[in-house]
């Protein structure tokens, strides 16, 4: 069942307000007074009276605003670097949009536990701000949850670094699991958070190679 937990950040989409800038001037100036520090870690937990728990995690990446939609958005790709992930793939593709993936699954093993999990997929530019993306994913019925889905945001500051949240909803189906699953989200999630980060670290740097070798 743990295993399962990494597969959060597929999940049923949630509308959302839009993303309030102004909350990251705090991470903005950390980052300024600390310009060798690529990342800055922000997360809570809560649950609200339907019993959903919701889970938001915001860094600072240090890198350009396509890598890291790049690596967030490309599903089939998470396989080569995300945790308990065996297989990944993209079973639809939008080619008014980038050709990015509409639809596609993960398959997660752990132990005794081997689950796929399919879902449909949004990436979205906002209309009104041209360095914002989003990604959804939407997942289908599961016997675990009651609840479950996803929504990364990711903004370009004025530094041309990315901040991006990562916000997850779910309720387990479970009461037992409902009541110790803030033990296990964030500690899950930060796993998560931080394969990506890494990911995005070794794409931003294959493009400044290949811009030196082709300058």
């Not at 990315?162 to 009541?179: A, P, Q």
């Amino acid at each position: 069942m743990f295993a399962k937990l990494s597969t959060f950040f597929f999940a049923k989409p949630q509308i959302l307000g839009p993303f309030n800038h102004a909350r990251w001037n705090n991470v903005s100036k950390n980052f300024r007074a600390h310009p060798k520090r690529c990342v800055t870690t922000e997360g809570k937990i809560v649950a609200n009276i339907k019993g959903v728990h919701t889970y938001t995690l915001r860094k600072t990446i240090n890198a350009s605003l396509n890598n890291t939609y790049h690596v967030i958005s490309e599903v089939s790709k998470y396989k080569e670097f995300l945790p308990y992930c065996t297989e990944s793939w993209v079973s639809k593709r939008d080619p008014s949009n980038e050709d990015k993936p509409m639809q596609g699954g993960l398959r997660v093993g752990y132990k005794q536990y081997d689950e796929n999990f399919d879902c449909l997929i949004q990436c979205l530019k906002s209309s009104d701000n041209s360095l914002e993306r989003i990604v959804i994913a939407e997942s289908l019925p599961d016997q675990l949850f009651d609840k479950l889905h996803t929504k990364w945001i990711i903004v370009e500051n004025d530094q041309k670094k990315c901040e991006v949240e990562l916000r997850l909803d779910f309720k387990f189906k479970s009461r037992f699991y409902n009541s110790i699953s803030s033990l296990f989200a964030k500690t899950l999630t930060d796993v998560v958070m931080k394969a990506f980060t890494r990911q995005i670290a070794h794409v931003q740097k294959e493009y400044y190679l290949k811009q030196k070798t082709t300058a």
